[in-house]
C-alpha cells in the first residue's frame, strides 16, 4: 500500500487493474473508547457544487439509486470505528467529476479529540491501495478526508486533510447545500413522554414544522417553543447553539445489549408488556392485538409499513380494539379497527386476529366481510401465525359481486411484524428515542415463548405421513398430501427470509425461477411430483449483497439439509490463484464446509475445507479443463417434528442457513480476483 502526504495525489489505475470498484474507510481511535463521527459523500460537479441534493449521502440517506455509492456502516476496531463507503466508479454519472469522502461530529466534540484519524482506499478484492493519515486535527467538528476525481479516462484519488469548525452544515454549504440554522438543543419531540405521545395528546406548539432542505426527504425541525417559555434572547449566550444543524439523526438501537446491573440472571428485565401471566389462548389474542395496535399507532413509521400496501394512506392513525358492530340478531366483535384520516377522508380496516399456531376461521372472516361491506369499510386484514402465499388464500370467502362498494382481504403474519420492527429499530431507525424504545418492547413481546406470535411453526397434519412414506417408498406420485408439504415448505422459506433480512437490514427473497405469469398451483403440483419421485424439498434464496443464490435442499431420505453457493471464477485469472484467494477467503469459515470446483459440464474435485486449506491445489482439474467456479456446502441434521421445537424440521432448516450465512456467505465479500498476467 502506497503512503501519501496531505496534498499528494495518486492514479487508482496506476494502483491496480481492478480499480473499477473501490472500498474508501475513514477510521480514527479514542483513548476513552467514545469517539465517533458521521461519514458523508458529495457528489460534485465541474464547478465544485452539487447537481442537486440528491448527490449528498449521509446517514438519512445512505445509497444512490445507480448503485454508484453506499454507506456500508461502522465496524468497531479495537480502541475506536472505521467506517466503509463502497463506490463502484463505473456507475458514476458522467456529470460528476469528484466524489468528496468527509466525516462531522456534533455535540461540542472536535476531531481533535480523536487519534489516528486516516483514510484508505482498496480495490475490489480488499486489496489496500493508498493510505493517508491526519496528524494536525484541532477544534474542527467536520474534515474532509480526501477526494477520487476524473483526468481523462482515469479515476485519481487526493489526500485533502482540510477541517471545519462549523461542522457538516459549513462543509454542506460550501457544496451548494442550503442549510438552515437550528440549535444544537435536542428536538422537543425526542423529549415527550411516551405515555403523552398517543395521537390526542397536546403539543407544544401549533406551528407547522418547516423542512430543511437536504436528499430527497424532508426532515423536521424543531417545533417553535410554547409561549412559556424564555425568548431566544433571554437565554444566557452559552446555552445556546453556536452553529448550524442539518438534520436530526434517525434513531436505531445498538444490536448489543448493555451490561445488566442485576444480580444474576434469574433477574427479569421490567416491560412494558408483560407475558408470563398469559395462560389461554383468548387472552394471547388479546393482548397481542392490543400490543400491536398501539404501537401502530404511537410509532407512524411502524404503521405505515404495515398498512401502506393495502391500501391505507398516510395520515393519521387511531386504533380500537374489541369494537361492537351491529350484525344480525347479535352484534359482533373483530379483534381490532384501523382508521386512518386523511385530507378529511377516512380509511378503515377490519382486523381478525390468531396466536399460537391457531388457524382462521372461514366463517368469522365472512362476517366481519359482510359487515366491512355493509358499512363502507375499505379492507378485513387477517394476522397469525401463517404466512401468506401467491395464488393460496388464506380462508374461502365469498364476495357479493352486486355490491358496489368493494371490500378487500389482506393477511399479515407475525414474522412479518417482527421483521418491519427489526428494519426500523436496528437498520432505517425512527424519528425519535421513545418510538424506538416501544417498537424495542414490541418486538421483545412478539419473540416471548408465552407470546404465541412466533410465526410459522407446524409443518401441518400431512408432513409425517409424507415424510413417512418418502422412507420406506409407499407414497405415490400425485398424493394430495405431497401439495400440502410443499405449500407448507414455500411458508418456511419465506419466513426463513423475513428472520435473515430482519437480522442483516438487507432484502432477503425466495427465488422463482418459473415463467412470469405461470399457476402457482400448478408449479406446486409440479414440486410435489419431483418431491413423491425423489425424496426432496429444494428453495433458493437471494440476499441483496450477494452475488449468488443461496440454494436450501431439505433430503427426507437421507434425513439431511444442505445449504450451498456457487461462486463463480473470474475470468482470465490463474485457477491455483483463484483457488488459493477462495481458501483464504473462507479462514474463518467451519472446517466440515464442502468445496468443489466447477468444470464444463461436469463437477470436479472436491474436499472439506480441513483438508484442503494446507493444499488448495486439490481443487483443480486434474485434466486442465478450464474452471468455472466453486460450489460450496453445508449438511445439517434434519429435524423429524413437523413443529418448531429443538428437534423439529422448522428449527433445523432455520439453524442451517443461519449457520451457512453467517459461517460462510458473510466472509466471501468479492470473489473476483485481478485478471492473471498471461504471455
Not at 465496524?75 to 466503509?84: I, K, L, M, Y
Not at 408470563?276 to 393482548?287: G, I, N, Q
Not at 364476495?399 to 414474522?415: E, F, M, N, P, Q
Not at 420406506?472 to 414455500?490: H, Q
Request: with cysteine; aromatic share 6%; proline share 6%.
Amino acid at each position: 500500500m502506497q503512503e501519501i502526504p496531505k496534498g499528494a495525489n495518486v492514479s487508482l489505475t496506476a494502483l491496480s487493474e481492478d480499480a473499477g470498484s473501490v472500498v474508501v474507510s475513514l477510521s480514527w481511535t479514542s483513548a476513552s473508547g467514545a469517539g465517533d463521527a458521521d461519514v458523508s459523500v458529495l457528489l460534485l460537479d465541474g464547478n465544485g457544487k452539487i447537481r442537486s441534493e440528491n448527490d449528498f449521502y449521509f446517514y438519512n440517506n445512505p445509497a444512490a439509486a445507480d448503485g454508484s455509492v453506499q454507506l456500508l456502516g461502522k465496524a468497531p476496531t479495537d480502541s475506536g470505528d472505521e467506517d466503509r463507503i463502497s463506490v463502484d466508479l463505473t456507475a458514476v454519472p458522467e456529470g460528476v467529476a469528484r466524489i468528496v469522502v468527509a466525516a462531522s461530529q456534533y455535540g461540542g466534540a472536535r476531531f481533535g479529540d480523536l487519534d489516528d484519524l486516516r483514510m484508505t482506499v482498496a480495490d475490489r478484492s480488499g486489496e489496500p491501495l493508498v493510505g493517508f493519515s491526519i496528524d494536525d486535527a484541532g477544534a474542527e467538528t467536520a474534515f474532509i478526508f480526501g477526494e477520487l476525481y476524473r483526468r481523462g479516462e482515469e479515476w485519481k484519488f487526493r489526500a485533502v486533510g482540510q477541517g471545519y469548525e462549523t461542522g457538516l452544515a459549513g462543509l454542506a454549504t460550501d457544496f451548494g447545500i442550503d442549510v438552515l440554522e437550528d440549535s444544537d438543543e435536542p428536538p422537543v419531540a425526542e423529549a415527550i413522554d411516551p405515555a403523552a405521545s398517543g395521537a390526542d395528546a397536546p403539543v407544544a406548539s401549533a406551528t407547522p414544522a418547516a423542512p430543511v432542505p437536504l436528499g430527497d426527504k424532508a426532515f423536521p425541525e424543531p417545533a417553535a417553543p410554547a409561549a412559556t417559555e424564555p425568548a431566544a434572547a433571554d437565554v444566557p449566550a452559552q446555552s445556546r447553539g453556536r452553529s448550524p444543524r442539518t438534520t436530526r439523526k434517525k434513531v436505531t438501537l445498538p444490536k448489543v445489549a448493555k451490561k445488566s446491573l442485576a444480580e444474576n440472571d434469574s433477574w427479569r428485565t421490567a416491560r412494558l408488556f408483560p407475558v408470563p401471566s398469559l395462560k389461554s389462548d383468548k387472552e394471547r389474542e388479546v393482548r397481542a392485538t392490543s400490543v400491536l395496535l398501539s404501537v401502530m399507532a404511537q410509532v407512524p413509521e411502524l404503521g405505515r409499513r404495515l398498512t401502506a400496501a393495502f391500501g391505507a394512506p398516510a395520515g393519521r392513525m387511531q386504533t380500537f380494539t374489541e369494537v361492537p358492530l351491529p350484525h344480525g340478531d347479535a352484534p359482533k366483535r373483530p379483534d381490532g379497527v384501523i382508521r386512518v384520516e386523511r385530507a378529511g377522508k377516512l380509511w378503515t380496516a377490519l382486523v381478525e386476529t390468531k396466536t399460537n399456531g391457531n388457524p382462521l376461521k372461514a366463517e368469522q372472516v365472512q362476517q366481519y366481510m359482510d359487515i366491512a361491506a355493509r358499512r363502507g369499510y375499505e379492507a378485513v386484514i387477517t394476522l397469525s401465525n401463517d404466512v401468506a402465499l401467491e395464488g393460496s388464500a388464506m380462508v374461502d370467502v365469498k364476495i357479493d359481486g352486486r355490491r358496489k362498494h368493494k371490500v378487500s382481504l389482506w393477511h399479515l403474519s407475525w414474522a412479518e411484524v417482527a421483521h418491519q420492527a427489526q428494519m426500523l429499530i436496528r437498520h432505517e431507525g425512527v424519528g425519535n428515542a421513545a418510538h424506538a424504545w416501544l417498537l424495542q418492547e414490541l418486538l421483545e413481546y412478539l419473540q416471548h415463548e408465552n407470546s404465541g406470535c412466533h410465526g410459522f411453526q407446524n409443518m401441518g397434519p400431512a408432513w409425517v405421513p409424507v415424510r413417512n412414506g418418502i422412507e420406506d417408498e409407499t407414497i405415490g406420485l400425485g398424493d394430495a398430501r405431497a401439495v400440502d408439504v410443499v405449500e407448507s415448505w414455500e411458508r418456511l422459506i419465506r419466513q426463513v427470509c423475513l428472520r435473515l433480512g430482519g437480522e442483516l437490514g438487507q432484502k432477503a427473497l425466495p427465488v422463482q425461477r418459473a415463467r412470469r405469469g405461470s399457476d402457482p398451483q400448478a408449479r406446486r403440483i409440479e414440486a410435489a411430483e419431483k418431491l413423491c419421485a425423489d425424496g426432496r424439498l429444494s428453495a433458493e434464496m437471494r440476499i441483496d449483497g450477494t452475488s449468488s443464490f443461496i440454494a436450501v435442499v431439505a433430503d427426507l431420505r437421507t434425513g439431511k439439509v444442505r445449504t450451498s453457493v456457487d461462486v463463480p471464477a473470474p475470468e482470465g485469472s490463474y485457477p491455483l490463484t483463484t483457488a488459493k484467494r477462495l481458501v483464504r477467503l473462507l479462514a474463518e469459515a467451519p472446517a466440515d464446509l464442502h468445496v468443489q470446483s466447477l468444470v464444463e459440464g461436469e463437477n470436479g474435485p472436491r474436499g472439506t475445507l480441513e483438508r484442503l486449506r494446507p493444499e488448495p491445489g486439490d481443487l483443480l482439474p486434474r485434466d486442465g479443463a478450464p474452471l468455472t467456479g466453486f460450489r460450496l456446502s453445508l449438511i445439517k441434521g434434519m429435524g423429524n417434528s413437523r413443529g418448531n421445537t429443538e428437534s423439529g424440521f422448522i428449527r433445523s432448516v432455520d439453524d442451517a442457513v443461519d449457520r451457512f450465512y453467517h459461517g460462510v456467505v458473510a466472509h466471501l465479500g468479492a470473489v473476483e480476483a485481478r485478471p492473471g498476467r498471461r504471455g
